[in-house]
């Protein structure tokens, strides 16, 4: 993969207005559901174009899933009819962590799947032992051999009750893509109730499926016969609202965010008014004023929906760089999410990590340098470390970030800063 990276000349304030990017976490599964349609077209409104969608849609197309993008409109158009394919390739499943949904997916289209285990940001361990877990008790049969999933269901889905250990996004998606065409009802308990799970199960709706509970902890499947063509609009990425945010937090200034679901992130917009923040929401819109430096907040801790999301924590924990007083920073969702902390000490960030803490003492300013981004949101951390800091700030590694932003340069640009693509 080329390296590619943002040079930013950091120390000013943010002001201007943006439209947030439809949801990444949104647009990956319910691409992936576009191959359940057997008849008619899927048309996703909103769709963001970056690189984890361009991968979606490279799988759906080598199983013989005509994907056509709109690039003005942001709508990605599927054709469904034709597939063919069961098996996906080890480097494609390599790309991202999401390629583990096409397992529910193409069972349920073919009743085979064939697989590698799947890549994405290196953030823990990141098993799938509850997805296999799952589908086994659903009737799937799988067989693990040589880095290879090897998955049938051709004897027929077996309905059923199934708990999950944690509520697991992942998991849960894969069930309701596996269980959304079956015979009887299939009830998800402690399941994930992250909004996007909301998005795919709407989606799903929109296609023909009956499935009830989405963004509560128990979600119920009623099985139907098949799934016809849809068009649906994304929600917008929460997760990149509040990376621009969490920089106007950080740097100052006054910014006004399009296409938001302020409902989306009441937490963390409390934890942005306690840094000091002034901050006016309306239905689909957010305006943040900051004065001066942000206060430290004593303890952050990300926890699953509705708690703080553990993607927003490297964005806010850039930002507590520079507040006055220290803020604890304790990551419960994954075990290896502290990597960008080191970089942030490259800038003259004061960060002690000890396994699933980090303590961040803030200091009056930063001062530019090379840094890296090893994973997506720990790569806007880094930008916003340098939009934070004196001098400038080359970050390497920005492919991470092309992954889940489709132009975080341009966005920060339209804010007032001074970023720059490969330079
Ligand atoms: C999704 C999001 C990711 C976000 C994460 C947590 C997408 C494409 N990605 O990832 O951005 O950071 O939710 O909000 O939507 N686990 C197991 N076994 C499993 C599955 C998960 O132990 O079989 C563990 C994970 O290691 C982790 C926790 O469960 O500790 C939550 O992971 P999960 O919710 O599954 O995250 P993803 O779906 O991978």
Redesign the pocket.
Known sequence: MTDSCLTVSGRRKLSGEIKVQGCK?SA?PCLTACLLCEKGRCRLKNCPRLTDVENTAEILETLGCRCAFCEQEKIIETDAENVFGTAIENEMMNRM??SILFMGAMLSRNGEADLGYPGGCEI????????LGAFRRLGVKIEEEGGMIRCRARSGLKPAQVPLL?P????TENIMLLMAKSDGETVIRNA?R?P?IVDLQNFLNAMGADIRGAGSDVIVINGVKRLRGAEFEIMPDRIAALTYMSAAAACGGKIYLKDVNPEHLSICLAVLRDMGAEIKITADSVSLEMKGRPRAVKRIKTLYYPGF???AQPAFMAAMTIAKGATVFVES??ENRFRHAPELVKLGADIDVNICHAIVRGRECLSGADVRAFDLRGGAAMVIGGLIADGTTCVSGAQHIERGYEDIAADFEALGADIKKNC
């Open positions: 976490n990956l962590r999401s823990g361990l990141r098993p799938i032992d509850m997805h944690c697991s996004v992942g998991a994930a992250e996007e999301p553990t993607d969702i994954f």
